[in-house]
């Protein structure tokens, strides 16, 4: 009996010590170890093997006026990275086309044209840009852009189109004059409606709000069945990101008033762009047309980070009667980001990335996925903002840079998660796949790749 007690004893303190090792292995560390660099340098090449699913980019040549609905003002302040003598742009020319120089002096710069002229020519029509999207293991690139050019395979560049200029029908004089930057932007929001009436077939708007109502419907479905997969905003560039929720009675007054004439207050713009902003949302959750919106910094000097924070956007995510609309906030809310994750508690709304691993190098980059990989990381998605910068340093130079800081944070992300011991990396690999390709193909109901 004896005998039976002592094994007893020794089987429990045997099975104690068990879960209480299971206990010190389950619980996370403060502090990564000094085994990351080679976690890390295990996770990197297969990262690399994953075909991405570009979410925000803005492909297209630098003469192309449809490759954004808007234009950069001119000398406007940009970040030091994301200005165009950033030296790592010279080892993305080395890396796609074989640049044989160390800078972008005239002369050196003349060689990358040239190339890239006899690489048009080698791949003509959509091959070009497949070729670079294959160069870079991308499957698939969201094209945001105005219009879809003939140079773009549709199969691969999946069509976002802007949806702001709904919001300005009236006479901007206001509007236009209130900085430098809306000088520039403004107009091509008139430019852009235009083009919407021209693809509609009708020379003036309505006269009847409801039938102004039917008019952007209608452009709607025309741009999902010409390929759009989701509609996109920019408005944190014109107006606040706070939207008020007036009833449809004063908007179609302040509407029928104004669409023949005159310029409305400040405060009465605001009212029916604030009803049409809530009225396209509604539109995107019967069309199934996600709802893209800018949410970081942007371009220009005028940009006002303040009133287009993020969080302005609250009442409208968790609003109930947007429940089966999709939305993607575009960049993040950068540099509102660890605020912004937060929105992704809600079961319709997501993250993507881009401009945030272009503004930000890779040591910085990786804290902010790995705080959202912590947080929501089915949530999360990647893109690159790839734009083209000029004639010399086009789409493709920033679609490299952009590939590969994300994948680079990503790896680094990752090995500081194992070996906190917060995940296996077996786990990690799922969650890699996840954010560079899987989550937001499933926004999309098989319509891409």
């Given at each position: 009996m004896k005998r039976y007690t002592r094994?007893?004893?020794?089987?429990?303190?045997?099975?104690l010590l068990a879960d209480f090792s299971t206990l010190l292995f389950a619980q996370a560390r403060p502090l990564p170890g000094p085994d990351v660099p080679q976690i890390y340098q295990r996770l990197l090449p297969q990262?690399?093997?994953?075909?991405?699913?570009?979410h925000h980019a803005h492909p297209g040549y630098a003469d192309d006026p449809d490759v954004d609905a808007m234009a950069a003002p001119p000398n406007a302040s940009e970040a030091l990275r994301t200005r165009d003598d950033n030296p790592e742009l010279v080892a993305a020319a080395k890396a796609l086309f074989g640049y044989p120089y160390n800078d972008f002096s005239a002369e050196h710069a003349k060689w990358l044209v040239n190339k890239k002229e006899e690489l048009k020519k080698q791949y003509p029509g959509t091959q070009y840009f497949d070729m670079i999207l294959d160069k870079i293991n991308t499957e698939s690139s969201v094209a945001n852009r105005a219009m879809m050019p003939d140079y773009l395979d549709p199969q691969r560049f999946p069509w976002v189109f802007f949806a702001d200029s709904f919001m300005w029908p009236f006479n901007n004089e206001r509007e236009t004059g209130r900085n430098p930057d809306e000088g520039v932007y403004i107009p091509l929001q008139e430019k852009m409606l235009h083009r919407w009436m021209q693809q509609q077939n009708i020379s003036n708007l309505p006269a009847n709000f409801d039938d102004y109502l039917k008019f952007i419907s209608?452009?709607?479905?025309?741009n999902k069945s010409k390929g759009g997969i989701a509609m996109k905003f920019e408005v944190a560039y014109f107006r606040p990101t706070t939207f008020s929720d007036p009833p449809k009675s004063k908007a179609q007054d302040i509407y029928e008033r104004f669409v023949v004439g005159g310029i409305p207050t400040e405060k009465e713009y605001r009212t029916f762009q604030d009803y049409i902003f809530r009225y396209l949302?509604?539109?995107?959750?019967?069309?199934?047309?996600?709802?893209?919106?800018?949410?970081?910094?942007?371009?220009?000097?005028?940009f006002n980070l303040s009133k287009s924070n993020i969080m302005n956007l609250e009442s409208v995510l968790r609003d109930p009667r947007y429940a089966s609309t999709t939305f993607v906030m575009i960049h993040g809310g950068y540099p509102l980001e660890r605020e912004a994750i937060w929105l992704a508690a809600m079961k319709n709304v997501y993250l993507d990335s881009s401009f945030g691993e272009l503004a930000q190098y890779p040591s910085a980059f990786k804290d902010t996925l790995k705080m959202w990989l912590e947080t929501f990381p089915d949530k999360i998605t990647f893109g690159t903002d790839c734009f083209p910068y000029n004639q010399v340093l086009g789409a493709e130079e920033s679609?490299?840079?952009?590939?590969?800081?994300s994948r680079m944070a990503l790896a680094a992300a990752l090995a500081e998660m194992i070996s906190e011991g917060e995940i296996t990396e077996t786990r990690a690999m799922e969650l890699a796949h996840a954010y560079l390709h899987d989550t937001a193909v499933k926004l999309y109901d098989g319509r891409v790749h």
């Open positions: 094994a007893l004893c020794r089987a429990s303190v045997i099975l990262i690399e093997k994953i075909p991405a699913f570009d209608q452009v709607l479905e025309t949302v509604l539109e995107g959750g019967r069309l199934h047309l996600p709802v893209h919106i800018h949410t970081a910094v942007g371009i220009g000097d005028y679609y490299w840079l952009g590939a590969q800081s």
